[in-house]
């Protein structure tokens, strides 16, 4: 129990004294700033792709190509220790399509001796035909950042909030939340660079971009 007290109480000072730093670098004539960011696709890009349907009752191979989500923020400076944001995501789904022909193969042998056959579909032949998908999202989040360390040129942060997002294909909106355990805001001057370990529209884990205050 001592243990634990002494745990908490060291915490306690710690967020007290990363406070006061806070407070002495709080600069009220740029409480604004623009943000660009990108990150890795977030989940949802995926929702509504069904390959293996596609393979397997349509002959229709597929792979993804990787593209980062692409954001555009807005940050309001409220006070030393908290910030409120919104960020607007751009975010594509894109797909290398392949359609396959179908081949007969020999089988096993029936009780009469002729040779059963089937049809299936050959992915190892070459497709009869190629083209792109491309399957767009939109999402739109609102945060609040509580910065547990802000000094000169170094602000740590994490933030928690919702946004909602919408998929092309299903035709459909969809609630999803934004998290950030950890992020850093590094830059003293007006250019900035910023990162987050983030959940959301905008990431799936990794955000990184910068930004202008002013």
Known sequence: MKTMNKAILTVAAALSVCSMASAQHF?????????ISAGIPPLHAQ???????????????????????????????ISEM?????????????????????????????????VREYNEY??????????????????LMADSRFKWYRSESVRLYSALGVGV??????DSWLPTP????VGINFGKNHIYGM???????????????????F
């Open 82 to 114: 908290w910030d409120i944001n919104a960020v607007f995501n751009y975010s594509t789904a894109i797909y290398s399509m392949s359609q396959y022909g179908i081949k007969t193969t020999a089988g096993t042998a029936n009780a009469d001796g002729t």
């Open 27 to 35: 600069d009220p004539e740029h409480r604004h700033s623009i943000e």
């Open 195 to 213: 990162a987050e370990l983030n959940v959301s529209s905008a990431a799936t884990g990794l955000l990184i971009g910068c930004g202008w205050r």
């Open 165 to 170: 997002s919408y998929l092309q294909k299903p």
């Open 47 to 77: 929702l509504g792709f069904d390959a293996h349907h596609l393979r397997y009752e349509s002959g229709i191979d597929s792979k993804r190509i990787a593209i980062p989500s692409v954001n555009l923020g807005y940050t309001f400076c």
């Open 178 to 181: 934004y998290i950030t355990p």
């Open 122 to 139: 050959d992915f190892l032949g070459k497709p009869e035909s190629s083209w792109t998908a491309v399957y767009p999202a939109y999402s």
